[in-house]
C-alpha cells in the first residue's frame, strides 16, 4: 500500500485560457478557494477501492492523469491507473473509465506493487522503436512497505500500451545493505523536450529520509547517461516543516523557478488514524536564477538559494484531515502551463476511522488551486 508509510525520522481562476494546440478556448480551471473532486471509483466510502497519488498533464486541451489504484475491489496490490478528460461548456469536464495502464510482473522486482506514477512527453528510444512518454514507477517485491525501487515504461500515446524498460529497471534500485524503505515516488521534468529528464525521488534509507534529484539522458533507454545527482536542498523551509520527501516538482521556465508540493512533515500528531500520510499540503517555490544553467541551482545543495512558500493546503482549505499525495498540474513535459500565474495541486483526500477500509476507501483525487507569489 501507499509507499509514503515509511516516512522515518480546481481547480482555479475563472480565466479562460487557450487550450495547447486546438484554438478553441477552454477553462482549464474552475474558481479560486475551491476544492474539487475528479471522478470516482466505486461508492465513496464504502467500495473497497482506493485512487491517490495523480501525475497530470494538459496536451492539446486534454487533462491526462496516472494515479495509483487497486484492480480488484478490497485487494491492496497496487496498479496504475489512467483517466483523461475533456471539457464542454454543456458538462464541464468529463472523465473517461479507467484503464489499468501498468501493473505488476510476476517473478520480478515489481511483483508485488507498482504505483506512484510520473509521466512526461520527449523522445526516448528503446529496443529500435522511439516512444514519445515516459513513465518513472515505483515497483515493490514485498508487501511491507519495504524494498521499494523505481523504474521506467514507455509508450507512444497516453493511454499506451505502456512497455516496461526490463533491460535497465530498477533505474534506481533497492540497496540492501544500507536501505529501509528504498527509492521512489519519482517526479520527472524534461528540460529540452527531447531525452534530458530531471528525476526526483524519495529515499529512505539507515541515513534517514530524504530527496534526492538526478539528471539524466534518456534518448537512448539502451544505455541512458547519468549526468549529475544530488540532495535536493532543504533550506527556507518552514518553521514545523522538517524535511523533503514525496515531492511532486514543475518548472517555471520563462521564470527560473522550480515549484515543489509535498506533505508537510512531521505528519499530524492528533492520534487519529491514518496517521503515516499528510494532513496538509506545502506548496514551494526556489529560485534558479543563480546558475546560468538554471537546474544545476538544484544540484548546490544548501548552498543553492532558499525555498520560498507558496502556501498550504490543509483541512481550512479542502475540509478534508488528510490532503496528501499531491501532483502538481503541468504540460507534457513537466512545466508550468503558459499564460498562468497560478499552479493547480491535485490532491488525495482520506477521512478518518479505526479500520483500514473505512479510511482507504475514502482515497480520491481532488484538486486545488494556489496563485503563485512571484508573479503578483
Known amino acids: 500500500m501507499k509507499k509514503s508509510r515509511f516516512v ?60 495509483c489504484t487497486n484492480r480488484d475491489e478490497g485487494n491492496v496490490t497496487d496498479y496504475v491507473g489512467y483517466r483523461s478528460a475533456t471539457y464542454s461548456e454543456k458538462k ?43 513513465m518513472a514507477f515505483l515497483g515493490s517485491i514485498q508487501s511491507d512497505n519495504m524494498g521499494n525501487e523505481t523504474g521506467l515504461a514507455v509508450a507512444k500515446s497516453p493511454n499506451g500500451p505502456w512497455i516496461k524498460c526490463h533491460d535497465i529497471n530498477p533505474i534506481i534500485p533497492y540497496d540492501r545493505e544500507n536501505a529501509l524503505w528504498g527509492t521512489g515516488q519519482a517526479s520527472m521534468v524534461n528540460i529540452d523536450g527531447k531525452g534530458n529528464i530531471l528525476m526526483f525521488y524519495s529515499v529512505g534509507n539507515v541515513d534517514g529520509t ?43 521556465v520563462e521564470n527560473k523557478k522550480l515549484i515543489m508540493v509535498k506533505g508537510k512533515l512531521p505528519y499530524s500528531p492528533d492520534g487519529n488514524s491514518p496517521n503515516f500520510i499528510a494532513s496538509t499540503l506545502v506548496v514551494y517555490y526556489l529560485d534558479l536564477s ?18 520560498r512558500l507558496v502556501g498550504e493546503i490543509g483541512y481550512d482549505q479542502t475540509g478534508f484531515m488528510r490532503n496528501h499525495n499531491a501532483g502538481l498540474v ?47
Open 290 to 307: 543563480a546558475s546560468e544553467k538554471m537546474t544545476d541551482e538544484l544540484f548546490k545543495g544548501n548552498n543553492a538559494k532558499n525555498w
Open 330 to 376: 503541468t504540460d507534457p513535459y513537466g512545466k508550468l502551463l503558459p499564460n498562468t500565474d497560478f499552479i493547480e495541486v491535485a490532491l488525495t483526500r482520506s477521512d478518518l476511522a479505526n479500520s483500514i477500509w473505512l479510511w482507504l476507501s475514502t482515497y480520491r483525487i481532488y484538486s486545488y488551486s494556489l496563485k503563485l507569489p512571484y508573479l503578483e
Open 92 to 134: 464541464g469536464w468529463e472523465w473517461s473509465e479507467m484503464e489499468i495502464v501498468l501493473g505488476p510482473t510476476e517473478g520480478t522486482w515489481d511483483q508485488r506493487h507498482t504505483c506512484d506514477p510520473s509521466v512526461v512527453k520527449g523522445e526516448f528510444s528503446y529496443k529500435g522503436e522511439t516512444y514519445t512518454y515516459l
Open 8 to 67: 522515518l525520522t480546481l481547480l482555479a481562476t475563472s480565466t479562460l485560457l487557450t487550450a495547447c494546440g486546438g484554438g478553441a478556448v477552454k477553462p482549464y480551471y474552475a474558481p479560486f478557494d475551491e476544492v474539487m473532486k475528479w471522478f470516482d471509483h466505486g461508492t465513496f466510502g464504502e467500495s473497497y477501492f482506493y485512487n491517490y497519488c495523480p501525475s497530470t498533464f494538459i496536451e492539446n486541451g486534454v487533462r491526462h492523469v496516472y494515479y
Open 210 to 252: 530524504y530527496e534526492e534529484v538526478r539528471e539524466y539522458d534518456f534518448s537512448n533507454l539502451d544505455n541512458p547517461v547519468l549526468i549529475q545527482e544530488g540532495k535536493v536542498p532543504t533550506n527556507g523551509l518552514q518553521s514545523g516543516d522538517t524535511l523533503i520527501c514525496d515531492a511532486d516538482i514543475c518548472l517555471d
